[in-house]
């Protein structure tokens, strides 16, 4: 899998269990920064590879996720899961809110999720759906060209840009 461009949290977690996973020179020195390191310059991908082979990388799996701790259902605020990805280096899209997901098993062996949900303060979101939209349109009397640029606009301030086309 050699992919160009970014590391995904999927890339680095293969090549931190495979370190014969195939990544990019430009990739091997995200994870090197990602791990307090400077990027090497000016070298093969073998140079790399042996310079990762001395470093102790971080574990890309969070200990809040393993079922057998007891902190597994503490919860994980929206301010530290930013922190988290900051530290990382993944920032693409503004995080708004944080889902928990708790699988509970009753006594008749049914499964059953427990959702919960952890807001990031700011602003409320705009309204979404046709009958809002139309609503509002009305109200401000904006051409419908003008209202959907502005209506994008408010979308990007508020991070939906990142998982919708627009």
């Known amino acids: 899998m050699k992919e160009k461009g970014k590391l995904t949290m999927e890339g680095y ?86 889902e928990s997901i708790f699988p509970v098993i009753k006594d008749d062996g049914e499964v059953v999720l427990t959702i919960k949900a952890a807001g990031g303060g700011g602003d409320e979101t705009p309204p979404v759906g046709a009958s809002a939209t139309r609503r509002k349109r009305k109200a401000e009397k904006l051409p419908r060209r003008r209202y959907l640029k502005k209506m994008r606009a408010i979308a990007d301030v508020h991070g939906r840009s990142c998982f919708q086309s627009s």
């Open 13 to 98: 977690a293969d090549f931190y269990n495979d370190p014969d996973f195939d990544l990019t020179i430009k990739q091997l020195n995200q994870i090197l920064l990602l791990n307090g390191y400077m990027k090497i310059h000016k070298r093969t991908k073998k140079d790399v590879l042996d310079a990762l082979a001395m470093v102790e990388m971080v574990c890309p799996l969070r200990s809040t996720i393993r079922d057998s701790n007891s902190i597994a259902r503490a919860p994980i605020s929206v301010d530290q899961v930013t922190r988290d990805i900051d530290d990382l280096g993944w920032r693409e899209c503004p995080i708004r809110s944080v």
